[in-house]
């Protein structure tokens, strides 16, 4: 299976019934293709709607997060930006799901910018991880064999110790006060890959084989 | 009644190095024509102050890959190439803004607040050189309130009076740069004689010009 949809498939569990979700821009998306009907989960986008649902034709009138053509379901709205981030800010989204270059141990997270290469912005994943109730991590264990989980962030942070929980396509690791607990692992790989393929290190008690990504 | 103008009116309204905020997300719900005008009135040395850099060849990143900007307030700008090129050639400064941020900024200078404090960008490089303020045992960051000379808004449908409504996600930024700025044109798709009050988005007082003839798929 694609590692990002191994990734997407698990985030998805996460989501409970009656939940407001962000998901942001690669592999976060993904995440609504395996949301259940009975979850019944509401999902907002930064640009003014609750309720988004599948892409649609170009209408344009109505663009997800992503600039792309998409619908509104049943019960949704629309809203300005200084309602849409109030609603973010203020801590009424359940969970956002959004990709990172790097976490670390403390559950910082950077995303938004690699000095003197790459400077897309930081959207408003700043907001979003400070705001909402709980932080998931999308993201790809490693960067072609260098480690993305770090015991520090080497790049400039979009938020200091805001990650809940990170999914990668190896394993699900949730951040708490002490470190990062090793919760679950792709049957595909071993507790010893993981480990190699991580710079932080990882707290290690019950691990159980990662739920919800089998066909 | 609101005053209707025409395309190439709209060069009364614009001069080099004034500031303007231009309404849209990745040009969704930006004023396509009110951009155009802007572009044939040969100003530059622009401030824009926008969501985002747009596209190269859509929405108010036209303004930027014609060279006609010389600042640039915005929380992304990864999807026109045009800014970073013209970063890297010292043509233009790009300040970086989370967008929620940006939003509550913009907010306040039309709500005539001295500025916000947002628990955003803390720890974070946004922070650096602003005033961290403690408040009820939590620390936030000052935000100071973002004005400009002149509003581009996009997205809407009007009344005869200049009230005006959105459609769909074309609104996010409208409405607030709507009361943030001296001057503020809007263009539209269509009027009616009177909106719904009930339905009512942006009101009048903080419309002073109408172009018709924006597309409808902005």
Redesign the interface.
């Known amino acids: 299976m694609d590692e990002k949809v191994i990734i997407a498939k698990r985030i998805a569990l996460e989501l409970k019934k009656g939940y407001l979700v962000n998901l942001g821009i690669g592999i976060p998306t993904m995440v609504a293709d395996y949301i259940s009907h009975d979850q019944e989960v509401f999902l907002q986008c930064e640009n003014g709607i609750i309720g988004i649902g599948p892409l649609s034709e170009c209408t344009t009138e109505l663009v997800n997060a992503g600039g792309l053509c998409a619908t509104i379901l049943p019960g949704g709205s629309f809203f300005d930006s200084a309602t849409s981030f109030s609603i973010i800010r203020g801590g009424h989204v359940d969970v956002t799901v959004l990709g990172a270059l790097e976490v670390d141990s403390e559950g910082s997270i950077a995303s938004w910018i690699i000095p003197g290469k790459k400077v897309p912005g930081m959207g408003g994943a700043m907001d979003l991880v400070v705001g909402a109730k709980r932080v998931i991590i999308a993201m790809t264990h490693s960067n072609k064999g260098v480690p993305k989980i770090l015991k520090k962030c080497s790049l400039p942070l979009t938020a200091y110790k805001q990650a809940n929980l990170i999914v990668t396509e190896m394993a699900v690791i949730e951040v708490l006060e002490d470190g990062l607990h090793l919760l679950e692992v792709n049957p595909e790989n071993t507790i010893e890959q993981v480990v190699q393929a991580t710079e932080a290190p990882l707290i290690i008690n019950q691990v159980i084989p990662m739920r919800g990504i089998e066909l | 009644m609101k005053s209707f103008i025409q395309s190439h009116e709209v060069s009364k309204f614009v001069k080099d190095g004034m500031s303007i905020m231009v309404g849209g997300?990745?040009?969704?719900g930006s004023p396509e024509l009110l951009i155009s005008a802007v572009l044939e009135s040969n100003v530059s040395n622009l401030t824009i102050i926008c969501?985002?850099g747009g596209y190269e060849d859509k929405g108010v990143g036209r303004l930027i890959s014609a060279g006609r900007v010389s600042k640039l307030i915005?929380?992304?700008?990864?999807?026109n190439p045009a800014v970073?090129r013209l970063?890297q050639e010292n043509k233009i400064i790009?300040k970086?803004v989370?967008?929620?941020?940006l939003?509550?900024q913009?907010?306040a200078a039309g709500a005539g607040l001295g500025g916000i404090l947002?628990?955003?960008?803390?720890?974070?490089?946004?922070a650096e050189g602003k005033k961290v303020i403690t408040v009820q045992g939590k620390e936030f960051l000052l935000e100071e309130p973002i004005k400009a000379d002149l509003a581009l808004l996009g997205g809407a449908i009007a009344d005869e009076f200049g009230n005006l409504r959105?459609?769909?996600?074309?609104?996010?930024?409208?409405?607030?740069m709507a009361m943030a700025c001296d001057n503020v044109i809007a263009e539209v798709s269509e009027v009616v004689k009177m909106l719904d009050p009930e339905m009512v988005?942006t009101a009048h007082p903080f419309v002073d010009y109408i172009l018709v003839g924006g597309n409808?798929?902005?």
């Open positions: 997300f990745l040009s969704n969501n985002d915005a929380s992304h700008i990864g999807t970073g970063m790009v970086l989370p967008q929620g941020t939003a509550e913009i907010r947002t628990p955003t960008g803390m720890n974070t490089v946004v959105y459609r769909g996600t074309m609104r996010n930024f409208n409405p607030i988005i409808k798929n902005g």
